[in-house]
Each structure stands twice: as C-alpha cells, then as structure tokens.
C-alpha cells in the first residue's frame, strides 16, 4: 500500500522564479493539503484540495496556487520565489469523511531559494 | 483562533524510561481534536496518536499515551519505556470541527540517550 509520494524531493530555485510540487495521496484517500514547514517551525497550513477544488485556504499569498486532478493527486505551484519561500513542503492525504480526521504526510519537498 | 504551546523545545531521556511532553492549547470550540505526531529527520510526519475533545477516556496507542486535561487545555504526550528511534521532533496538532486546517506547535526535540 503506497503511503504519500512527494516529488521533487530536494530543488534549489532562484528569486523570482517559479516552481511546482507534486504530491500523489496514500491509496483510496482523497483529500489533499499542503503544509510550508520553515526551519525550527512547526508546519503552517497553505490549502486543501477536494473534488478537484481549494476547500480552505491558510494565510498565504497568491502566489501560493494548487492544483487536484482526477486522480486526487496535487500540484503546488509558487511564483515569484523569495528567499522566505525557502522550506519544506509537505503534502498530507485524508479521507474526507473520517472520525478523526487523520492526516498521513509524504517526506516532503526541500525548497531552497537563493 | 487556535494556538498550540509546546514550552520544551528540546528534552533528554534516558533509554527504556518513561517522558513526558507538553502542550497546551487554545481554542473557543467546543468540538475539536488533538494529534501528535513525530518527525525523524527524514522529514516525513508520523501520526502517533488523537484525541477527540468529547472523548472521556485518555486515549493510548502502544508505548504512547495522551494525558488529556481538559479544564486544563493540555494534552501532553507519554512515551513509555523509551527506545533510542524514538529521537525526533515532536509536533502538537489540533483541528476542529468546521475547519480543515491543522494548527500545529513548533515542536520538542526528543533525544534518548543508551
């Protein structure tokens, strides 16, 4: 059974481009969020996706952009890097209707910005 | 708002004895639920553990236990029987009913010592 995939697992971009994250969900879940983790900081929410639509939105700018297709996997697309983009990016898959909500992570995507 | 307050940033214990954890948190709910989660330096989030705000007993999976102290808000996390994989960061989650997004601590890094 295929846990959270995440992909490109490390990349160093340049300020003022752009980049794409890509997360597959753990088999059979279909709820898809992204996590901004900063060195020493715990994980601050971005987005979810559902039905192939953002559900709720953290306190990030528009520059931050997801994507869900089909096949519940995700896209987290940033523009106009900065140096503060630079962290750890995790995507986390649920079921939508579960009890307790549980969120199961993938090992992340390191963004440097230089 | 919810917040999660973890006062320990880093805690030492010795192999095969038992720690402790703390959080508290804050919220105006009254439905909402507590997650613990441990992060190796791999970077991936690993669910331990939940508890749901209604729930009456203290929830256990395994070596790991959440002493739940409601009038308190804190939910701190028991680790029996200490093993030297159990050095990781730890993170304090809570969500609630009506909101999709997970508010997380900024950690404990756990360190067991042979």
């Known amino acids: 059974d295929a846990g959270v995939t995440q992909s490109p697992t490390h990349l160093i971009k340049t300020r003022g481009q752009q980049v794409t994250l890509r997360c597959s969900p753990k088999?059979?879940?279909?709820?898809v969020s992204w996590y901004q983790q900063a060195l020493g900081q715990g994980p601050q929410f971005i987005f979810q996706y559902y039905e192939e639509e953002e559900r709720q939105r953290g306190n990030f700018p528009d520059r931050f952009s997801g994507h869900q297709f089909p096949n519940y996997s995700s896209e987290l697309n940033v523009n106009a890097l900065l140096l503060g983009d630079s962290a750890l990016y995790l995507c986390?898959?649920?079921?939508?209707?579960?009890?307790?909500?549980?969120?199961?992570f993938g090992e992340g995507s390191r963004l440097t910005v230089l | 708002a919810q917040k999660i307050t973890q006062t320990q940033p880093g805690m030492f214990v010795q192999e095969k004895e038992a720690v402790t954890l703390d959080c508290t948190y804050d919220?105006?709910?009254?439905?909402?639920?507590l997650f613990w989660y441990k992060q190796p330096s791999s970077g991936e989030m690993i669910f331990l553990i939940y508890?749901?705000?209604?729930?009456?007993q203290n929830a256990t999976e395994g070596r790991y236990s959440l002493n739940f102290q409601k009038a308190r808000k804190s939910a701190n996390l028991v680790i029996s029987a200490s093993q030297l994989g159990d050095s990781a960061m730890y993170f304090c989650a809570i969500t609630s009913s009506g909101t999709y997004k997970y508010i997380f601590g900024t950690g404990t890094r756990l360190k067991v010592l042979a």
């Open positions: 088999s059979g879940h279909d709820t």
């Open positions: 986390a898959s649920s079921l939508a209707l579960t009890n307790t909500g549980e969120l199961f």
């Open positions: 508890q749901g705000s209604y729930d009456e």
């Open positions: 919220t105006s709910d009254q439905s909402y639920g």
